[in-house]
């Protein structure tokens, strides 16, 4: 979610694919009513081929090549730029390193607790703002969208503001008479973590809304009708109706979120800095330090970014099974 | 039709701008050099790139030196600072050494003295050995030369001096009964009873700190010329008994209520400016922040810092931080750079006695501290010659052990001591903060 300019770049090189084998379907049948000269089957397909190129190439040359390099990097462990071939054991290290761990621990409780709650708030969202009579509607889903507008760096830096120890949240608590003094949210481990869970769920509900109403949209409103002349309720038609033709959506949705909140960096650096006491450093943010930070390890940071990596195409997998009602 | 052709145009309008933008800011950040090549640092001619930072410190030190130099040697000399962060430059540093091109580098960058060895160490091809460049290294104090010395190497001009100073307002101290003097060559016990009595009677923090980059704890355990490592650099966390004695002392400050724990640079100093504390104890390049209070001048005054109790070496002085100037490996220009650097900061008792009203920067050049400005009076703190003060505290400082993995083990005390702060066992966590900071060292 955070970064989903390589799925959108997949599905257009799909998309692309698609049309070429379409061409070259097309080319078979008319390839046998007319053998001789391929000029215009094959003009298609060279421009398919043209098409496809350029995205190809600079999807090879920017975002695999430095996949593959990262590879090579991994395996590579030394002192400043001289590196040498040390096999797995910047892999092997990881296991034993305590922050890293913790923070493996950190991005998996995001993870868990993070995603259902922004997940199902911005389905029921999308079907409150799908409604027909609702008057305004543009703007409220305006409203819903805009935190996506912000950048990760200004929000997280706002949210910290807004939490501080005598930042708004805490004037307002004491003036109310809740608190004596200002709780240090971002003090505490277990605050700090939920401050970070709640400034991702304001920032991304909306992004993951807007997908949800658009699949809402290609629902055919007969079918609601239908569901309601057979009597069933609005639990039912969420249930019966709602979630089953969305689910493509729901599984794009999920994996976005994850690969998204696995990656998490921003919050994490600009809002708590990953304290107090690492309590809420996330892998990303661990592997920035180990590479900026510390005294650099280039080749071990690259490690725990493959195996971030990893993780992300596992998850993803599982989820795709998970979703796949093709028998 | 109309409006698909005004929304193209627009788009392309958009666009052709941005790239404008891109292109433009391209040119801006190579540095300008004057061939219009892309390199960061100038490729010869009168002109110098600086990368450094603070606004209120390092850029007007080194414009200033840009003016007299131009004045005085080359009046075809051009300075080009590019306002960078700290931490920005480290960043950048690290990142063109990685990928072993230097090109975007500038000519001369700042760095801390806490982070040059382990940049030096990692990446020594990264900068200018500057020991047969005609500066004159014996004039500067030995202790801050040694941060930018490798192997009997030169390599850095030393510029600002980090002597610790602790700030107070005296109005504050005086509702709750004390004088500076009450508050001058004591110790922390009884730094700590004067501060229950302050924030008894006044509501305020003696101190305020990040609690995620432990800088008291370190200038505590300089002061007693102790560090968190072995004199080979080797991490000395567990059994380290003036470390302990810090630890218990911060612990009994922030559980007393005198010691503020913030989480942000930003926050600690809101808590000065916003006046809920009394003081501060820091590297004395903390007073051009306080002195942008400009309402409250007159009512600061300055003073050393409480020593240890247990520690037998123990002082009441310390240092925390303090920053150089290095040239780099892509300065095309070394000799241009070399005579700027010999007559300004390295030969230049004007430009220290300049800087000094305006950025409070304490030079560590021997002949500047001898020139008048540092005698004068200064009516913010209270009408003290505070900076012939300050010259005399770095003379009374005990060196320490450092090391390339300085801020690892610092980041690794400063965890250890939150866990111990939310009721973890002192002796364990430190072990096991030993056996972390060991792990950064494999």
Redesign the interface.
């Given at each position: 979610m955070r970064f989903p300019f390589l799925y959108t770049k997949f599905t257009i090189l799909r998309s692309l694919t698609a049309k070429v084998t379409s061409f070259e379907n097309q080319g078979g049948l008319k390839m046998e009513q007319k053998k001789k000269g391929m000029t215009l089957i094959a003009k298609q397909k060279a421009a398919g081929w043209a098409f496809l190129t350029p995205a190809t190439l600079m999807i090879a040359v920017m975002s695999f090549y430095p996949m593959i390099r990262a590879f090579i990097l991994s395996l590579q462990t030394g002192?400043?730029?001289n590196y040498r071939f040390t096999g797995f054991s910047n892999y092997a290290?990881m296991f034993?390193?305590?922050?890293f761990l913790r923070s493996v621990g950190n991005t998996f409780f995001y993870l868990a607790i993070q995603v259902p709650i922004m997940l199902v708030l911005a389905i029921l969202l999308a079907q409150l703002l799908n409604n027909r009579d609702l008057r305004f509607k543009g703007l409220f889903r305006t409203c819903v969208f805009l935190p996506c507008a912000t950048s990760l760096v200004s929000y997280a830096i706002i949210f910290?503001f807004l939490f501080?120890?005598?930042g708004l949240v805490n004037n307002a608590l004491v003036k109310l008479g809740l608190l004596d003094q200002g709780f240090?949210f971002?003090?505490t481990?277990w605050s700090a973590k939920m401050v970070i869970i709640i400034a991702l769920v304001w920032r991304w509900t909306g992004y993951n809304m807007v997908f949800y109403l658009a699949g809402l949209q290609n629902i055919e409103y007969s079918v609601y009708e239908a569901a309601k002349i057979d009597g069933a309720n609005g639990w039912k038609t969420f249930w019966g109706i709602t979630v089953p033709l969305l689910k493509p959506t729901i599984i794009m949705t999920f994996i976005m979120s994850i690969n998204g909140t696995l990656q998490l960096f921003d919050e994490s650096v600009n809002l708590?800095?990953?304290?107090?006491?690492?309590a809420t450093i996330t892998m990303s943010h661990y592997i920035y330090n180990t590479?900026?930070?510390?005294?650099?390890n280039?080749g071990y940071g690259s490690a725990m970014a493959f195996f971030v990596f990893i993780i992300v195409a596992i998850l993803a997998f599982i989820n795709l099974k998970v979703g796949d009602t093709r028998d | 039709m109309k409006k698909k052709l005004l929304s193209v145009l627009l788009v392309g309008a958009m666009a052709f701008s941005l790239t404008a933008c891109g292109g433009g800011s391209d040119d801006s950040s190579s540095g300008g050099g004057d061939s219009g090549s892309d390199e960061g640092g100038s490729s010869g001619g009168d002109k110098l790139v600086v990368w450094t930072w603070d606004p209120a410190f390092n850029i007007p030190a080194i414009e200033e030196a840009g003016k007299i130099y131009k004045e005085t040697v080359n009046d075809k000399f051009e300075l080009e600072v590019v306002e960078t962060l700290s931490d920005d430059c480290?960043?950048k540093l690290?990142t063109c050494?990685?990928s072993?091109d230097f090109g975007t580098m500038p000519d001369i960058v700042l760095m801390q003295d806490n982070s040059y060895q382990?940049f030096v160490?990692?990446?020594?091809?990264a900068f200018t050995d500057l020991s047969d460049s005609g500066i004159d290294f014996s004039q500067f104090a030995e202790g801050k030369l040694s941060y930018s010395t490798v192997d009997g190497k030169n390599y850095g001009v030393p510029f600002d001096n980090g002597a610790v100073v602790s700030c107070y307002r005296t109005d504050i101290l005086d509702q709750a009964g004390y004088s500076i003097a009450d508050i001058t060559d004591i110790d922390w016990d009884k730094f700590i009873e004067i501060g229950k009595v302050v924030k008894e009677k006044t509501g305020k923090y003696m101190l305020s700190g990040q609690?995620?980059s432990q800088d008291i704890i370190m200038m505590m355990l300089q002061s007693a010329g102790a560090s968190l490592f072995n004199e080979d650099g080797t991490p000395n966390l567990v059994g380290n008994d003036p470390l302990n004695e810090c630890i218990d002392i911060y612990q009994k400050m922030v559980k007393e209520g005198i010691f503020y724990?913030?989480?942000?640079w930003d926050?600690y100093v809101?808590s000065i400016t916003?006046e809920?504390c009394a003081g501060t104890i820091n590297g004395n390049w903390i007073m051009a922040t306080i002195m942008g209070m400009e309402d409250t001048s007159g009512l600061w005054e300055i003073t050393n810092m409480p020593k240890l109790v247990k520690t037998a070496d123990a002082t009441n002085y310390s240092n925390n931080g303090g920053s150089s100037w290095y040239v780099t490996s892509n300065c095309k220009n070394t000799d241009l750079a070399f005579d700027f650097l010999a007559k300004t900061f390295a030969g230049s008792e004007d430009l220290y006695s300049n800087i000094l009203p305006t950025t409070g920067a304490i030079g560590t050049w021997g002949p500047a501290g001898e020139s008048e400005a540092y005698q004068a009076p200064q009516e913010f703190w209270n009408d003290k010659p505070i900076y012939s003060t300050i010259v005399e505290y770095a003379e009374l400082t005990p060196t320490n052990n450092t090391s390339?993995?300085y801020?690892?083990v610092r980041?690794v005390i400063?965890?250890?001591i939150?866990?111990i702060m939310?009721g973890a066992d002192a002796e364990s966590t430190l072990e096991?903060a030993q056996a972390?900071a060991e792990?950064?060292y494999?």
């Open positions: 002192k400043g730029a290290r034993e390193d305590r922050v910290r501080a120890q005598d240090n971002l003090g481990a708590t800095n990953g304290g107090p006491a690492n590479c900026f930070l510390r005294a650099p280039f | 480290e960043t690290q050494a990685e072993g382990k160490s990692f990446y020594p091809e609690a995620n724990e913030v989480n942000e926050e809101s916003n809920q390339a993995y801020y690892d980041e400063s965890t250890a939150q866990d939310t096991q972390d792990f950064y494999q």
